[in-house]
Structure formats: C-alpha cells, structure tokens
C-alpha cells in the first residue's frame, strides 16, 4: 500500500467528517428536533450508530496501546473529566507507538516493540480464520526458562558469549583483552573486528549476474527448527550456500532489554524458522560457523538492531553482510522498508493485521508461521536485482561514484556495531534507558521541583523495570510520568487520578512511588533548572563533537641545554625577549586541507590572479599622497605676537550674508547677473535694490508651475467655503441646543386637543381649494431628532428566513 496514497486519503476523509460535524452543529439541532418529531426519530436512530462506532473505534485503539480505553455508556459521558483523560492516554499511547512505526516505514530502525513491520504475510495465501495470536498481557516469561538467565543490573563492559571463534584470523584470547572508552568505563572489543575490516567481498558483487527465480510461495514451506538434532541438520545445509537471508523478529514488552523470539533464514531453495526461546538457545552459537563464513554473503535488511540482538542473545556474529537497506538509500528509492521493496520487486503486498503479534506464543499459529517466512523468502531476489542495479549506476574507476564500494562500506559499519550494557546516567539521562531523549523531544516547562520529581519518578520506573525484567513502558507509559511530574501527586488518591493505566506492578509499588514522588519535591525547591541543565549537555556535547576535528599538536622535543656562565645569563636576561610561535602555526587547514610550508615559496602566476575591479574610480598612487603637507625642508620662521588694534581703528565689518531665501518653487534659477539685469531685480522691494543685500530673490515662474499654483489656490478656496459652512452649521445647531435648553412655554404651546388636521389638495363643494391647514400636533416629534446607529445586519425579506437554510 502507498503510504502517502493512504495519507491523503485518511486526511480527505477527516477533513469531510469535520465539516458535516460543523454544519450540523451550526442548524437548531434542538429546534429541529421540537419542531419535526420524524427527524428526532432519525437523530436518535444516528446518534445510537454513532455511539457504536465511537465504541468500537476506542476498543480497537485501546488493543493496540498501553493504555486502558474508558467506557461509553451514553453520549453524556464524553463531557466527564475521567473519560477524556482516558481518551487522552489511548491517544497518547498511539502517538508514542507511531513514532516508533514512522521510523521504522523509513528505514531507519528496526522496530523494539514486537514484530516488525518488514514482516510480510503472503499476498497469495489463500484467506484463512483469523486465529487469535495474541496472549494475554500475563503469559508466563519464558526467560525464566532459559539456561542462563537475563541480568539487567550489569555494569561492565559486555563479554561477548562465544566459547570458539571459528574463521579467526585473530586468536580468541586477545579478543578478550579489556580497553577503556571515552567514558572511562571498561568494554570488551568486537571479538571479529578485524575479519570484519579486512574482509573482501567477493567478485561476483562487482559483475551483474541475472538474478536466480525465487520458488513459488504457495508451493513451499518452511521447516520449524525447535531440536538441536533439527539444528544440526539445517547447519549442514547451510554451509553448501553461497548467499542466505536472515531475518529477526523480536519482543521487549515484557522484557527489560528484549529477547530475540524467532529467526528466519533462506537459501535459493529452503526456508527455516527457528525457534530462539528454548532454554538451550545458547547453543545457536555454532551457526557463527556460517555467520563468520567469509565465503557467504548474509543478506539483512536494517540489520542496525539485529546485528546487536544476535550478539547479546545468541553470541552470533555476521561476516560479508550486505545491508539492502543502504542499497536503497544509494540507488535513491522513494522508500527503504522491506515491504516497498517487495512491491516494487515482487509485486507482493505486505498484510500489516499481525504486525503486533507478540511473537512468543506458542504453538505458532498457521498465520504467523506464514507471516514469518515471507521476511527472507524474497529477500534474495531482491539482493540480486539490487546489485546489478548497483553495478549498472557506479563508476568502479572513481570512488565517490562508486555505489558498490560506498554501500559494502556501511554494511561493514553496520556488522561492527558491539552490544553494551544499558548503564543508567541519572545526573544528565545519557544513553538509551536515560532520561535526556525524552525530555528534549518532548516541549515542557518544568519548575525545579516538577524537574526533579521527573527525573526521580523516571530512575524509580527503570530500577523497577530491571527489577521486575519488565519493559518501562509496560511499568508506566511516558505520557504518565510527565502527568506526574506537572501534578506532583501527594498521595495514592491523587496518583491514579492522575494517570489511568495502572499496571499490576505498580499497584503494588503505589506507596513506594508517593514516597519517591515526596522526597524529589522537597529536595528539589533548590534543585537545578531544566533549560540550564539541557544547555549544559549541548555545551558538552558540542565540545566533543569539537574536539573530534581539532588536530592533535605534535608533541614537542626537549633537549637539555648546557648550564651557562654567569655573564651569560646576565646579558641574556638583559636582552629583549622573543617569543617562538611556530608551534603555534598549524600544518592542516580544516576547510583548505594541507598547507604550503613556511619556506616554500609558490610563484604567482599572473592567469591565477583574480581580475579586481573597483565600482570608483581611484586616483593614481604616488608617493606625494603619502606625504606630509604640514612638512618642509626648511625649518618655519617663528610667527610674530599679535597685535592690539582699537575698535574705532579697525575696517568695518561686511553685513552682507551668503544666505538667500528661494521665495517662488518650481520657476527656474538664474544667476545674480541675470536677476540683477532683469526689471523684477531693478524694482526696490526693501530699502536696497542690492539683491545680494536682500533676504529674497524672485525667480522666474513657468506654465506649469503657474497651474499648479492656482489649483493649489483653488483647492484651499473650495477648504475655506467647506470650513465656513461648517462653522455655520455648528452655529445654527448650538443656537437649537440653547433654545431647547430654555424652559417649556405651556401657555403657548399648540393644543393636542384641538390639533389643526392637515386637509391636503382637497376641495370644497364650489370647486375651490381649501385653505391648508396648519399639521398636526405631533408630541413625539423630538424622539426621532437622536443620532441614528448602525443599520442591522440581516435585512428580513419576505418568504425567506435567514436563521434556517435549506
């Protein structure tokens, strides 16, 4: 199935409910009802459907969550504060869940929840039953069976579990020698590292070959291997291949580091599933015999996590993988799961019902043992296809086109991935079990005491869930302990209102919690701040990041030097001090690469020199613009003393000034010769005719200027008689207001009685025109002299309503 087709098709359909929703919520529902009995039937009738579905709905997204759906009993309860809380966590729940698949649809990661979403069942299975595969969420841990149990509260470097090394080229026993990491903790290194990196594909990975049909599915099967007599066998056959697929599905809800529960393995012409939850599963250590075999390729998709699974539970290590994966990503594909290649590939629709099965049921049922095989039957069809597409697109003579080296490059990064204990860090949450990804995906605003209680309530679940070797999330989902760490719950009452989904464990554990929860609040009133601390990692995490490309100084070589006389010393601490900086001098650039040496000297070449060019001009450089002008050859003769001189003694002073005053805008600017020759110049103004004397100059005015002056006159014409009927019409009105405000003359004031009534155009019997008549005396004529406000919205018409629309 498209994933945007079906995105688009989800959001359409929302998009429609959403607005029939609103026009039904605009009409008089109630109105209606009241004023058809028939459609209230009919209401009645919908809202019963649609409280069935709404039920169904949250059935089946409770099913699928961590959460605890709430009951709908009747519509009223969706108004009720427990309901939509309940509402909330399933949602919650889903959204943390789709994350998780959304990475997984990308290919990023494979999935931690159970099954895995490449997982495909077969398109052409005939349709059977759906048989439950699901237990329930109490089915008995089969990890307490196992030969060696789990131990979650490891602190050292993980031991890798094998008891041989075949194909080694580096004897087991210095793949056991210890080292410290960046962290100072003591690991164990990956026992085949070296095999791994001096490994050569083989030529066939180079060649295109035509790719090898894959047998029918409906006319095969697969063998459950459950028996070491069974593992034996399927060893034997496997050492023939030349190429298998492998596949991993696995479980960690009820599991503090997960269990690898099934594994699938193909050739050209078998399929197994093996059963990986027997007590004897250590013993599946001897398929490294085929694993670590340089002379077969393993075929994995997103194989990041089951690199890691195999060795943490099986003690297997993969020799010669090829990472479909980053095939996909470098022939650039629109999609990288497993199930796009199959329908892009095989024309096989992957079935998602069973993608949440919990694969440690057993019996398998037929469905699942079917949904199962169908991961690597295809697989190495699809590897063949791929391949010779690789070889198609690369250039083998230049590595950065060469897709074949860069894809085998990153699946050899992928097969060196190394299992380590999961080590909790409560002061900054580093590592995946902290507490740091949480929070900094999430967008809170934490007090310091709701931050301290999240972070203590986040240790407590993950000491429980070691404890208990139960998953956090099944201990209490993410949504919860934020609830918590807002609401700060004082006592048990007050914890399971805040969160729904309670889980057995933590009923048990309630007072324990709201101890927890207690003591994080009072010593956190002076605690650290939340958006200091996230700073504080970035700041670290960005000098390591840092630090990475900062070039390491060569270490610098001390040789004593011989002890010096005392006059020696004397005159060289008299000397002036030179400091050497060449040290300082780096030899790399980390933009331009190596550099020059010091003594090097590189020709400029004139074809190399860039062509500069300046916007202005520059004048030319001689050596007179570096010269001083206030400088002479000769020294300067010394200045006499100043002089007194009377003020009736000196030349009277110049009253003329240089400023003017432009009177008339737009005319065009003479010289003073021409304003002085004209007759406008000649006609004295002021008391001089000097009209450098004059505060003004009259310039000469042009056609166009001249209109534009008048219609300028003209406006402010038309401004004046508009402003004086103003001014009269506020007169006339205050002269209205003051006669209003003078007191009621009763005694001559118009009878309403004996009002006079208008008698029109009539005529009298002689066919003459009657006198008009004075109107009638109207007492209520002075309501209607108020100011008139906004006319309505809606204006009525007949035959039509503007509340109902049909």
Same mark, same amino acid.
């Given at each position: 199935?498209?994933?945007?087709?079906?995105?688009?098709?989800?959001?359409?359909?929302?998009?429609?409910?959403? @607005?029939?929703?609103?026009?039904i919520?605009?009409?008089?529902?109630?109105?209606?009802?009241?004023?058809?009995?028939?459609?209230?039937?009919?209401l009645?009738?919908? $809202?019963?459907?649609?409280?069935?579905?709404?039920?169904?709905?949250?059935?089946?997204?409770?099913a699928?969550?961590?959460?605890?759906?709430? /009951?709908?009993?009747?519509?009223?309860?969706l108004?009720?504060?427990?309901?939509?809380?309940?509402?909330?966590?399933?949602?919650?729940?889903?959204? +943390?869940?789709?994350?998780?698949?959304?990475? /997984?649809?990308?290919?990023?990661?494979?999935?931690?929840?159970?099954?895995?979403?490449?997982?495909?069942?077969?398109?052409?299975v005939?349709?059977?039953? $759906?048989?439950?595969?699901?237990?329930?969420?109490?089915?008995?841990?089969?990890?307490?069976?196992?030969?060696?149990?789990?131990?979650?509260? !490891?602190?050292?470097?993980?031991?890798p579990l094998?008891?041989s090394?075949? #194909?080694?080229?580096?004897?087991?026993?210095?793949?056991?020698?210890?080292?410290k990491?960046?962290?100072?903790?003591e690991? =164990?290194?990956?026992?085949?590292q070296? /095999?791994?990196?001096? =490994?050569?594909?083989?030529?066939?990975?180079?060649?295109?070959?035509?790719?090898? &049909?894959?047998?029918?599915?409906? %006319?095969?099967?697969?063998?459950?291997?459950?028996?070491?007599?069974?593992?034996?066998?399927?060893?034997?056959?496997?050492? %023939?291949?030349? !190429?298998?697929?492998?596949?991993?599905?696995?479980?960690?809800? *009820?599991?503090?580091?997960?269990?690898?529960?099934?594994?699938?393995?193909?050739?050209?012409?078998?399929?197994?599933?093996?059963?990986?939850?027997? &007590?004897?599963?250590?013993?599946?250590?001897?398929l490294?015999?085929?694993?670590?075999?340089p002379?077969?390729?393993?075929?994995?998709?997103?194989?990041?996590?089951?690199?890691?699974?195999?060795?943490?539970?099986?003690?297997?290590?993969?020799?010669?993988?090829?990472?479909?994966?980053?095939a996909?990503?470098?022939?650039?594909?629109?999609?990288?799961?497993?199930?796009?290649?199959? +329908?892009?590939?095989?024309k096989?629709?992957?079935?998602?019902? =069973?993608?949440?099965?919990?694969?440690?049921?057993?019996?398998?049922? #037929?469905?699942?043992?079917?949904?199962?095989?169908?991961?690597?039957?295809?697989?190495?069809?699809?590897?063949?296809?791929?391949?010779?597409?690789?070889?198609?697109?690369?250039?083998?003579?230049?590595?950065?086109?060469?897709?074949?080296?860069?894809?085998?490059?990153?699946?050899? !990064?992928?097969?060196?991935?190394?299992?380590?204990?999961?080590?909790?860090?409560s002061?900054?949450?580093?590592?995946?079990?902290?507490? =740091?990804?949480?929070?900094?995906?999430?967008?809170?605003?934490? %007090?310091?005491?709701?931050?301290?209680?999240?972070?203590?309530?986040?240790?407590? @679940?993950?000491?429980?869930?070691?404890?208990?070797?139960?998953?956090?999330?099944?201990?209490?989902?993410?949504?919860?302990?934020?609830?918590?760490?807002?609401?700060?719950?004082?006592?048990?009452?007050?914890?399971?209102?805040?969160?729904v989904?309670?889980?057995?464990?933590?009923?048990?554990?309630v007072?324990?919690?709201?101890?927890?929860?207690?003591?994080?609040?009072?010593?956190?009133?002076?605690?650290?701040?939340?958006?200091?601390?996230?700073q504080?990692?970035?700041?670290?995490?960005?000098?390591? *990041?840092?630090?990475?490309?900062?070039?390491?100084?060569?270490?610098?070589?001390?040789? &004593?030097?011989?002890?010096?006389?005392?006059a020696?010393?004397?005159?060289?601490?008299?000397?002036?001090?030179?400091?050497?900086?060449?040290?300082? @001098?780096?030899?790399?650039?980390?933009?331009?690469?190596?550099?020059?040496?010091?003594?090097?000297?590189?020709?400029?070449?004139?074809?190399?020199?860039?062509?500069?060019?300046?916007?202005? &001009?520059?004048?030319?450089?001689?050596?007179?613009?570096?010269?001083?002008?206030?400088?002479?050859?000769?020294?300067?003769?010394?200045?006499?003393?100043?002089?007194?001189v009377?003020?009736?003694?000196?030349?009277?002073?110049?009253?003329?000034t240089?400023?003017?005053?432009?009177?008339?805008?737009?005319?065009?600017?003479?010289?003073?010769?021409?304003?002085?020759?004209?007759?406008?110049?000649?006609?004295?103004?002021?008391?001089?005719?000097?009209?450098?004397?004059?505060?003004?100059i009259?310039?000469?005015?042009?056609?166009?200027?001249?209109?534009?002056?008048?219609?300028?006159?003209?406006?402010?014409a038309?401004?004046?008689?508009?402003?004086?009927?103003?001014?009269?019409?506020?007169?006339?009105? +205050?002269?209205?207001?003051?006669?209003?405000?003078?007191?009621?003359?009763?005694?001559?004031?118009?009878?309403?009685?004996?009002?006079?009534?208008?008698?029109?155009?009539?005529?009298?019997?002689?066919?003459?025109?009657?006198?008009?008549?004075?109107?009638?005396?109207?007492?209520?004529?002075?309501?209607?002299?108020?100011?008139k406000?906004?006319?309505?919205?809606?204006? !009525?018409?007949?035959? @039509?309503?503007?509340?109902?629309?049909?």
């Amino acid at each position: 199935m498209d994933f945007k087709a079906t995105d688009e098709a989800i959001k359409k359909a929302l998009l429609a409910t959403t @607005r029939a929703a609103t026009r039904i919520n605009a009409a008089d529902v109630p109105f209606q009802r009241s004023l058809n009995p028939a459609a209230g039937v009919a209401l009645d009738k919908q $809202n019963a459907r649609l409280l069935q579905l709404a039920r169904r709905l949250l059935e089946n997204a409770a099913a699928g969550s961590d959460a605890v759906g709430p /009951e709908l009993p009747n519509v009223e309860a969706l108004d009720e504060a427990d309901t939509w809380r309940g509402f909330v966590d399933v949602i919650d729940s889903l959204l +943390e869940k789709a994350d998780t698949s959304l990475d /997984e649809y990308a290919g990023v990661v494979k999935r931690l929840s159970p099954g895995a979403e490449q997982a495909a069942a077969a398109a052409a299975v005939k349709p059977r039953p $759906n048989i439950a595969s699901a237990p329930g969420k109490h089915y008995p841990k089969p990890q307490l069976l196992f030969d060696h149990l789990p131990n979650n509260n !490891e602190t050292g470097g993980f031991r890798p579990l094998l008891a041989s090394k075949p #194909h080694a080229k580096v004897p087991m026993e210095q793949c056991l020698q210890t080292f410290k990491d960046s962290r100072g903790l003591e690991q =164990y290194p990956h026992p085949y590292q070296t /095999e791994i990196e001096t =490994y050569e594909y083989p030529d066939s990975m180079y060649q295109r070959i035509g790719p090898k &049909p894959y047998k029918p599915f409906e %006319t095969t099967t697969a063998t459950f291997v459950d028996t070491p007599e069974a593992l034996a066998v399927m060893l034997a056959e496997l050492k %023939t291949a030349k !190429e298998i697929a492998v596949d991993l599905e696995h479980h960690d809800n *009820r599991s503090y580091i997960g269990m690898v529960s099934l594994m699938q393995i193909s050739t050209r012409d078998k399929d197994w599933i093996v059963d990986t939850l027997k &007590p004897w599963r250590q013993q599946l250590e001897c398929l490294n015999q085929v694993f670590a075999d340089p002379n077969i390729i393993k075929v994995l998709h997103g194989a990041y996590m089951d690199i890691v699974w195999l060795q943490r539970d099986l003690g297997l290590y993969v020799v010669g993988l090829f990472d479909t994966y980053h095939a996909a990503r470098a022939l650039g594909y629109p999609g990288a799961s497993l199930a796009y290649l199959l +329908e892009r590939f095989v024309k096989f629709q992957a079935q998602k019902q =069973y993608q949440l099965a919990d694969w440690r049921v057993r019996p398998l049922t #037929h469905e699942l043992f079917e949904y199962a095989r169908a991961d690597t039957h295809f697989l190495l069809y699809i590897f063949d296809n791929m391949r010779n597409e690789l070889v198609e697109r690369s250039d083998m003579s230049r590595p950065e086109t060469n897709k074949v080296m860069d894809v085998l490059k990153k699946s050899k !990064e992928t097969a060196l991935q190394r299992y380590e204990h999961p080590i909790y860090d409560s002061e900054l949450g580093q590592g995946g079990s902290g507490w =740091y990804r949480l929070v900094s995906r999430t967008p809170v605003q934490f %007090t310091p005491q709701q931050f301290a209680v999240f972070k203590a309530v986040h240790k407590w @679940r993950d000491d429980v869930a070691r404890e208990e070797d139960d998953s956090p999330i099944f201990i209490m989902p993410n949504h919860a302990l934020f609830s918590i760490a807002k609401e700060m719950p004082k006592d048990k009452a007050a914890l399971f209102t805040v969160i729904v989904h309670v889980s057995h464990i933590l009923k048990q554990r309630v007072d324990e919690l709201v101890d927890v929860v207690q003591k994080a609040k009072a010593s956190g009133f002076n605690g650290p701040d939340l958006y200091v601390t996230l700073q504080r990692i970035e700041n670290m995490k960005k000098a390591e *990041r840092e630090s990475r490309y900062e070039p390491t100084p060569a270490p610098l070589a001390v040789t &004593p030097a011989a002890p010096l006389p005392p006059a020696a010393i004397i005159k060289q601490s008299a000397a002036p001090i030179s400091l050497d900086i060449s040290t300082l @001098r780096t030899s790399a650039s980390q933009f331009w690469g190596g550099l020059a040496p010091k003594d090097h000297d590189m020709p400029l070449s004139p074809v190399s020199m860039p062509d500069i060019s300046f916007a202005v &001009p520059l004048p030319p450089l001689t050596a007179d613009a570096f010269a001083d002008s206030n400088t002479s050859t000769s020294p300067a003769a010394p200045a006499p003393p100043p002089k007194f001189v009377a003020k009736e003694d000196r030349p009277a002073e110049d009253t003329r000034t240089d400023i003017f005053v432009v009177k008339q805008l737009g005319g065009r600017k003479r010289k003073v010769a021409e304003a002085l020759a004209s007759p406008s110049a000649t006609t004295p103004t002021t008391s001089t005719a000097d009209p450098m004397l004059d505060d003004e100059i009259m310039l000469e005015e042009d056609e166009h200027t001249a209109r534009r002056r008048e219609k300028a006159a003209r406006k402010e014409a038309r401004r004046a008689e508009k402003e004086t009927k103003r001014a009269e019409k506020r007169a006339a009105q +205050e002269a209205l207001d003051d006669e209003d405000e003078q007191p009621f003359d009763y005694a001559n004031a118009p009878s309403v009685l004996h009002a006079n009534t208008p008698s029109g155009d009539k005529k009298d019997k002689k066919g003459k025109k009657e006198k008009k008549k004075k109107a009638n005396f109207n007492p209520y004529a002075k309501l209607a002299d108020v100011p008139k406000g906004l006319p309505p919205v809606q204006k !009525e018409s007949a035959g @039509r309503s503007k509340t109902f629309q049909s």
